[in-house]
């Protein structure tokens, strides 16, 4: 069972930076294709950055140049720094995790980001 643990939401006002951390329980990323998604009130959960299959990297439009997703394999952790923030990014950011092999999707329990204009 895969458990992922999201951390570093918070306020920040518009323009400012904030970096998201998603710790995972075991050595997953060898059968998981991780990414990151938000779910603003009343919206669908969208995607916002994730690895691809070959270990490339992939965003949604409304975020390019803004946001980058990494990860530390030692620590079993993906990171979203987000920069230039603005209040359209403001929603519950989830830690996902899809296993390649199996379909199965997992996801985090969320963190709140909040930007103020």
């Known amino acids: 069972q895969v458990q992922l643990v999201e951390s570093g939401g918070g306020l920040v006002q518009a323009g400012g930076s904030l970096r998201l951390s998603c710790a995972a329980s075991g050595s997953i990323f060898t059968r998981n294709v991780m990414g990151w998604y938000r779910q603003a009130p009343g919206k669908q959960r969208d995607l916002v950055a994730t690895f691809t299959r070959v270990g490339s990297t992939n965003y949604a439009d409304s975020v390019k140049g803004r946001f980058t997703i990494s990860r530390d394999n030692a620590k079993n952790t993906v990171y979203l720094q987000m920069n230039s923030l603005k209040p359209e990014d403001t929603a519950v950011y989830y830690c996902?995790?899809?296993?390649?092999?199996?379909?199965?999707?997992?996801w985090g329990q969320g963190t709140q980001v909040t930007v103020s204009s």
């Open positions: 996902n995790a899809y296993n390649t092999h199996t379909g199965s999707m997992y």
